[in-house]
């Protein structure tokens, strides 16, 4: 895709993130129409609030500075976390460790000691205090819904979207303070969660696994609980100062290879990703298809993934730029979606303006600029 064309559609997407605000959840509709704000809470949108929504979108901020190579965000994160540390911070959870990333990369330029006390004891807790699940899985606890001081423990239970949320931010913590400890934990979670969420017979990741009927719940395959693996694993390859275990590297290729393969199959003809990515029926889902083509390219770049996925990138770019409003909103992004047992939950999942939908786009085009 034409360079110009995609700078242009970085700022459009970087200036509505920045901007972004709430959502009226009154007036809520699912994908078919129908009014459906279940588990729906205000913090998870605009980009004020401390969570997971939030901290995706900083870290896209992060990688486009890492493009520009400047600190031309670095005030308008500053800003951001010294806010929400006066209004103080929810509770400890999977969730609410997105935003260290970005701060980890704030850190590393401005060496605050008040950051740096921050990351570490988040790292610690990750180690020694998250509840685990048997194998010593990180449990993805998440926030409570009307309380940002609870939790909801979602007991014996493996999610995807851990390992982008937690992981990522755990490895590059071991990274920055040579602590071999976290990032020995780090290789142990995407392992664990490679195990329990890995379909051996399509190649793709479930959602999630819970060990209590050892079960993968649903066995839905969806769209962006798939990205946050493909996204993830590329990131997390490309983040080491030392060359990781060959064996445990090539273990982690050879999955991620499996995977793109099989979504490859599944790309509609319009370059995204159906939300439910085997059920064509399902819709067209901006945020998963964003961050499958960021972990497509830099597979790509990295070597670890064949060149001929050029081509399913290239289409997956021109779909995710026809999803980018004038005004720099990225349409047709699912709203946060929980665990759900059938194909109707994912598909009935709100459509709305995210932050990370924002960020992941972001992710996407900066990797296709520096191609």
Not at 116 to 129: F, G, S
Not at 167 to 178: M, R, S
Not at 308 to 317: P, S
Not at 343 to 351: C, E, F, K, T, V
Request: charged content about 25%.
């Amino acid at each position: 895709m034409d360079k110009e064309i995609l700078l242009k559609n970085i700022d459009l997407v970087t200036e509505r993130l920045l901007n972004l605000g709430g959502s009226d959840l009154s007036k809520d509709r699912g994908a078919d129409g129908s009014v459906w704000n279940t588990g729906m809470v205000q913090r998870d949108f605009g980009i004020e609030a401390w969570d997971w929504p939030q901290g995706v979108g900083l870290y896209g901020l992060v990688k486009l500075e890492e493009y520009f190579g400047d600190d031309r965000y670095d005030k308008f994160l500053d800003r951001w976390y010294q806010k929400n540390m006066a209004e103080g911070l929810p509770s400890r959870n999977i969730n609410t460790t997105a935003p260290y990333l970005a701060l980890l990369s704030l850190y590393r330029k401005n060496r605050n000691r008040v950051y740096e006390t921050m990351i570490k004891e988040r790292a610690e807790w990750l180690v020694k205090e998250l509840p685990k699940t048997e194998e010593g899985g990180f449990q993805h606890v998440t926030t409570a819904i009307g309380n940002s001081s609870g939790v909801i423990l979602n007991d014996g239970q493996l999610w995807a979207d851990t390992l982008f949320l937690a992981v990522l931010f755990l490895n590059q913590a071991g990274q920055e303070f040579d602590n071999g400890t976290w990032t020995d934990e780090s290789v142990h979670q995407f392992l664990v969660h490679i195990k329990y969420l890995y379909d051996k017979k399509t190649g793709l990741i479930h959602h999630g696994w819970n060990f209590h009927d050892r079960s993968n719940f649903g066995n839905v395959f969806w769209c962006r609980g798939n990205s946050w693996f493909t996204c993830g694993v590329t990131d997390y390859l490309s983040s080491f100062k030392t060359e990781l275990n060959p064996g445990i590297r090539n273990y982690l290729v050879e999955t991620l290879r499996s995977q793109v393969k099989a979504l490859a199959e599944l790309q509609s003809e319009n370059g995204l990703y159906h939300t439910v990515l085997d059920d064509p029926a399902s819709y067209p889902e901006t945020s998963g298809s964003a961050a499958i083509t960021a972990g497509i390219l830099k597979g790509i770049k990295l070597g670890v993934l064949d060149e001929r996925y050029q081509e399913t990138a290239e289409r997956g770019l021109e779909g995710i730029c026809s999803m980018i409003d004038p005004d720099g909103t990225v349409k047709n992004v699912s709203a946060g979606t929980a665990i759900g047992m059938n194909a109707d939950h994912y598909r009935n999942i709100s459509i709305r303006p995210m932050a990370y939908g924002q960020s992941l786009v972001l992710l996407a085009l900066v990797e296709a600029v520096t191609g």
